[in-house]
């Protein structure tokens, strides 16, 4: 069984969860579009809030074009 099958690499949502952490910080800092990459990723590992995120910077156009759609 590889590392990746028997669970001794990082889980998905424990991926999700870093990622938000980062982008997150990111946003404070006022690093937008490494804040907007960093939530992308992590919503598409499934994270909600980050997904949410996601279509908030897109409707406002933070860190990327305005994007309502």
């Not at 997904?51 to 409707?59: E, I, L, R, T």
Request: glycine share 8%.
């Amino acid at each position: 069984m590889s590392k990746l099958q028997n669970g001794s690499s990082k889980s998905r949502q424990s991926k999700a969860r870093d990622w938000f952490d980062r982008a997150y910080q990111a946003w404070k800092q006022k690093n937008l579009s490494s804040a907007l990459r960093f939530f992308t990723a992590a919503a598409q590992a499934g994270d909600k809030g980050a997904q949410v995120n996601v279509g908030y910077f897109y409707d406002k156009g933070i860190g990327t074009r305005r994007n309502r759609s």
